[in-house]
């Protein structure tokens, strides 16, 4: 039988012994356990979700990797054009990782109607383009086609239908420059398709996803002629690591870039969200051990004629405080507890309902995301319970410092 934590249930038990003072901190350290762990874990759940969510985004509008000239890396819009005709297209041989390589060009213009005018990017995409990602913000109408048949049919953003009042059906004009400025703009008619909210303004105030063949007649580019490619992974976490391997890949006259390459501020920013973390962290370790230590101190404290008593009758100071141990175990357990069923609790209410609103021009998001992780809430408590447990064997040692005597004779 394990005596020692016998004698902690009963300590734990005999709630009717415990003085008030002894209960109230008990009680403040439980749910200084508790409000830790809610905020390490929404600090984390949002860190995350953020992270992932603008991650998502950024990929969806450009790919996870972009192949073009290098002349035309920095630039939203593709000047010269490269042979469809590659090694890798359509798909890598030597690289594994890969889920798509789809080819794309891009050209600025300005649509036109009868009362407003906006500045715009036109994406051109191909039959080979991945649509899962407008799939999942298309608010209003549907996809496109694209077949070896000119489409007129475009995807715009629900910002730009807002500004110039246009709708599923809609058809429009975008005059788009020529080399000589001096000679009248080319105009297309498009018509809308769908309507798209991804909730990234930098992205939905800009570009609009229609047929690649539009950009092609533009340029008066070859059939075979693009603008670049753009490589979509498995796994995000691979970015730098497949990036690499393309780079060393594609022929000299092209240059492969990351998106975290081209977006490098946005990623930056991103970066410090990890650290943020951390340190709200190691704050909410810092007081809950605090808290622990305090309410450990006044348990063995109160608890001092026992103690005296132990030792008279042989046992050893570590055995006293493995008593307290698991007196303190029990505590932290119970804030873990709270602390998880709350945190949780208010982390599902966010992902489903969205109760908490951002600002997109700030955060690219409309609503703060959540990511709710098995692995990191059960590391997250494992290191919380290892971490104040640690701490605590620092004040259970003032055990070894009570004389036997002196404290049958405490009161």
Same mark, same amino acid.
């Given at each position: ?34 409000? +830790? ?9 949002? *860190? ?11 990929? *969806?509008? @450009? ?9 035309? &890396? /920095?630039?939203?819009? #593709? ?68 077949? /070896?048949?000119?489409? @007129? ?8 239908? @807002?500004?110039? @009042?246009?709708? !599923? ?36 105030? #800009?570009?609009?996803? +229609?047929?690649?063949?539009? !950009?092609?007649?533009l340029n008066k580019w070859k059939e075979d002629e693009i603008g670049g490619f753009e490589?979509?992974? &498995?796994?995000?976490?691979q970015l730098n690591e497949k990036g690499n391997e393309i780079y060393r890949e594609v022929?000299?006259?092209? /240059? ?14 991103? &970066?410090?969200?990890? #650290? ?12 809950a051990d605090i808290n622990m230590i305090t309410a450990l101190l006044v348990l063995i404290?109160?608890? #001092? ?8 009758? *042989? ?23 709270? +602390? ?29 995301? !959540? ?11 494992? *290191? ?28």
């Amino acid at each position: 039988m394990n005596y020692e934590l016998f004698l902690a249930k009963r300590i734990i038990t005999a709630k009717q012994h415990k003085s008030s003072v002894s209960s109230s901190i008990i009680k403040i350290a439980i749910a200084a356990i508790a409000l +830790g762990i809610i905020i390490m874990m929404i600090s984390i759940a949002t *860190g995350v979700g953020l992270q992932k969510k603008i991650k998502e985004k950024i990929s *969806g509008f @450009n790919g996870h990797i972009q192949i073009s000239n290098y002349e035309d &890396n /920095n630039s939203q819009i #593709t000047v010269t054009p490269i042979s469809i005709h590659q090694d890798f297209y359509p798909k890598f041989s030597t690289i594994k990782g890969i889920k798509n390589v789809q080819e794309y060009a891009t050209k600025a213009g300005i649509i036109r109607t009868e009362t407003d005018f906006e500045g715009i990017i036109y994406k051109g995409v191909g039959s080979d383009y991945d649509w899962s990602f407008f799939k999942t913000y298309l608010v209003d109408g549907e996809l496109i086609n694209i077949t /070896n048949k000119l489409n @007129n049919k475009v995807l715009i953003s629900k910002f730009i239908a @807002n500004r110039l @009042n246009l709708k !599923v059906g809609d058809k429009f004009n975008t005059f788009f420059m020529k080399e000589d400025i001096s000679s009248a703009p080319n105009a297309r008619v498009f018509t809308v398709a769908g309507i798209y909210d991804s909730g990234f303004k930098e992205f939905d105030e #800009t570009y609009i996803i +229609g047929d690649i063949k539009h !950009v092609q007649r533009l340029n008066k580019w070859k059939e075979d002629e693009i603008g670049g490619f753009e490589v979509i992974l &498995n796994d995000f976490d691979q970015l730098n690591e497949k990036g690499n391997e393309i780079y060393r890949e594609v022929s000299s006259t092209l /240059n492969a870039q990351t998106i975290a390459e081209k977006y490098e501020p946005i990623f930056e920013w991103l &970066n410090l969200l990890d #650290t943020n973390i951390i340190v709200i962290i190691a704050i909410m370790v810092l007081i809950a051990d605090i808290n622990m230590i305090t309410a450990l101190l006044v348990l063995i404290l109160e608890r #001092t004629q026992m103690i005296g008593i132990l030792k008279s009758v *042989g046992s050893t100071n570590w055995s006293i405080r493995k008593v307290f141990l698991y007196n303190a175990t029990y505590l932290i357990v119970i804030g873990l507890f709270w +602390g998880n069923l709350i945190g949780i609790g208010l982390l599902l209410l966010q992902k489903y309902f969205g109760f908490i609103t951002l600002n997109p021009e700030n955060y690219y998001v409309t609503e703060a995301p !959540v990511y709710i992780g098995a692995i990191y809430i059960i590391l997250l408590n494992i *290191g919380t319970l290892l971490l104040c447990l640690v701490m605590l064997l620092i004040p259970s040692y003032i055990v070894s410092k009570i004389s036997p005597v002196k404290a049958i004779k405490f009161d």
